[in-house]
Every structure is written in C-alpha cells, then in structure tokens.
C-alpha cells in the first residue's frame, strides 16, 4: 500500500452524520440540500435540451452560449466585463472548480491562509498539492475577520488566501469593507485569491452579495466559484463554474482538461436558456429568508438560541442552555433522542474547537420543519424532567 497523500483524512462528518441520521430515521437538517421539488421550467430546458441533440463532449471551457449568459449576468450584478470566451469555465460543481484552481497555483511548500470554520475541502486540497494550509480561526457569534491578523499571518510563502462569502456554515457575509482590506493586503504581492460564493444569491434582510468580481484589483489575482446546484435547488446536478482573468484562466484549463475535459452537454444547454430569467434566481433569498425566519419562530420557545444568518442554507444555534457535552456528542444525542440530525460546528475546524453550536440546514418543506421542531421541543421537555 502506497503511502497515503491524505493521513489525517477520513470519514466527513456528513457522512458519519447522515449515516446515524438514516440508522435512526431521524429528520436531516443536517446536509445542505432541499427536499422540495427544484424548478420544473429548467427541467424541460434540460430534456428539450438532450431531445434536441445536446449530448457530445461539450466545449472543454464550456458551452460558449451558457458563458455568454453568465458573463452577461456578472455585467448586471456586479458591473464587471468578463470575457466569456476566456474568463469563465463551466465545471462539474464548485468543489471541482476549487480543487482545479487550487491544483493550478499552488506548489509544494507554497502557504495559503484559510479562515475556519472552513467548508471541508480546502484544507485537504492545499494539502495534497504539498500547499502548507496556515488557518486562522474565527469564533463566534459574529465570526468577524480580524484583516490585522491576516496582515501577520502573511509571509513570503504566501501564495493564495482562500475566502467564502455568504459563508458556511456561520451564515455571516463579508462586507464590502473586507473586501477593501483584503484588496489592500495582497496589492503588491503574489497573493492570488480563491472566492467561494456559491451562496451568492442567498442573502439576507437586504444584505447585498458583495462579489471579489465588483473589486477590479482583487479580481485581477482571483478565482471566482460559483454553483448552480445552490441557485437552482439541484445540488446533484453538480454543475458550477469559475471566472478568472485570461492568465489564470489558462491555468485553470490546463488541469481541467486533463481531469473533468468538460461538463455534461444537455444541462450546459438547459441551464444558458434558463438563465434569461434573473426572477429565477433573483427571488432566491426572500423564499429562502422565509424559510429561515420559520424556522426560528417554530423555536421561539426552544432552548437552542439562533445566531444571525445573513445568508446561506444555514443558521447555526447555541444549545448551551440544554447541555453541556461536546458539539458532536450533543449532535449525536439530538439524533438518537430527539431525532434531528444537525452538524456539530467543531467538525470545520481542523482541532474540532467546541463552542456549543450546531449548524441547521433551514432549506426543506414547511411539514419538515415543523415535523423538526416539534421533535426539538419535545427532546427539550424530558430534558427539563431528568
Ligand atoms: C461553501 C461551499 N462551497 C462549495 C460547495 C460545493 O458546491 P458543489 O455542490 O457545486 O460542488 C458547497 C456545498 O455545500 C459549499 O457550501
């Protein structure tokens, strides 16, 4: 047996929690997935799409008339010109986009700064192209950066700075005042940066997405990812994308060709005539705020204790009022006793830090939540009696 690239990796937490989550057919707020049914608009645009004969190896860039729409949405939203010919790669899902430009830059020995809680590839992705990660950690409940302590952490050996906005899974959202003070710390360096915003239509209470896309400096050094899985309520689809300068970009397709080559051609097809209609995606966060909104108010009564979520599919809440375990015991009592599955915090921190909270996916059926609920407030009343 070779040596293994990755030691310290094993089961995720998604796994080990949606595994006890079916053992005890508790309800998953768990994953970040709906359990509604996605648009049945884009589902004909996709079956026309494959009928009409979309079904060879698309572009390796993908397909040129799904980039022209993107580009076109990026100029409406964030007033930025993207060159769809050169700037944009359509991949099967935003962790493979993240993967592949991470693959692209960084080289043995190379550091890149990541922000915990952190979603779960980064760390693994820097490690297995011999990157060093250098994590810095953010703690509740306003998971704010400190641009001070970025500023120290960055040495000669830095080589990419790795952000998430609308994050997960604090639900906290960058400002355009960070996007300021990062766009300061890398100017004159040869930082590049990774901007994960596959949320990036899921903002909350007026709260605009502030994209590294909008900032021409900060995106002159970046890696944009986007996902369609999160706009269009079809994260198995696994189609996302990255935008790029020309000369990242060329990078970028360098590994993507040899890996992925290209992304399936019926739903590139599908998804460029779907996109004509912003509503589509536009309506995303005031049907996904309500959502958050109702569930909290079906724990108004509770224990748990909800942090501000700004955006995301996720709210996290502090169950220190109920107990005092670890995140992950409590995590698994909440399965077992009460029957709702939830990710413990601890698990997007590479040293499992433990600050009594949970992350709750809010993005399901009104009778979901309210079935969760009331399995919450019920596991909290015989807690009271013991
Ligand atoms: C922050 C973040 N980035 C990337 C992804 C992955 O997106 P995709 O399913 O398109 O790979 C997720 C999915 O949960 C996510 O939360």
Request: net charge neutral.
């Amino acid at each position: 047996m070779p040596e293994s690239k990755l030691p310290a990796v094993g089961e995720t937490i998604f796994t080990t929690i949606s595994a006890l989550s079916n053992k005890y057919t508790a309800i998953n707020l768990g994953q970040g997935f709906p359990d509604f049914e996605m648009n049945n608009g884009l589902i004909k645009c996709v079956y026309d799409a494959m009928k009409d004969g979309h079904n060879q190896y698309a572009n390796s860039g993908g397909s040129l008339k799904l980039r022209a729409a993107i580009s076109k949405k990026i100029l409406n939203l964030y007033g930025s010109i993207v060159d769809p010919n050169h700037e944009i790669c359509i991949t099967p899902g935003a962790t493979y986009a993240i993967y592949t430009a991470i693959t692209s830059i960084i080289h043995p020995g190379d550091e890149v700064i990541i922000f915990e809680p952190a979603y779960d590839s980064y760390v693994p992705n820097v490690k297995v192209n011999g990157g060093v990660p250098v994590l810095i950690s953010l703690e509740g409940p306003d998971f704010k950066i400190d641009w001070d302590k970025v500023k120290s952490k960055v040495s000669a050996r830095t080589r990419l700075i790795i952000i998430n906005s609308p994050h997960n899974p604090t639900g906290t959202i960058l400002e355009g005042a960070d996007l300021l003070a990062l766009q300061a710390i890398v100017k004159d360096t040869n930082i590049l940066v990774v901007s994960d915003e596959v949320y990036e239509h899921i903002t909350f209470d007026n709260k605009k997405h502030q994209s590294v896309l909008s900032f021409p400096d900060l995106f002159s050094r970046s890696f944009a990812i986007y996902s369609f899985g999160k706009v269009y309520n079809c994260t198995g689809w696994k189609v996302g994308y990255c935008v790029a300068p020309a000369k990242l970009m060329r990078e970028f397709l360098k590994i993507h060709q040899f890996n992925a080559f290209s992304t399936n051609s019926f739903v590139q097809e599908g998804l460029a005539n779907f996109l004509e209609d912003s509503a589509q995606y536009l309506s995303l966060s005031v049907i996904l705020q309500e959502k958050r909104d109702f569930f909290s108010k079906l724990l108004s009564e509770s224990q748990l204790k909800p942090l501000p979520s700004l955006g995301t599919y996720f709210q996290l809440y502090d169950y220190s009022a109920i107990s005092a375990k670890k995140e992950i015991d409590f995590a698994k009592q909440l399965i077992t006793d009460a029957g709702v599955a939830a990710i413990p915090v601890s698990a997007f921190y590479q040293e499992g830090k433990n600050q009594s909270l949970l992350r709750f996916c809010f993005v399901k059926k009104e009778s979901t939540l309210v079935k969760a609920a009331e399995r919450i407030l019920a596991f909290e009343r015989t807690c009271a009696v013991l």
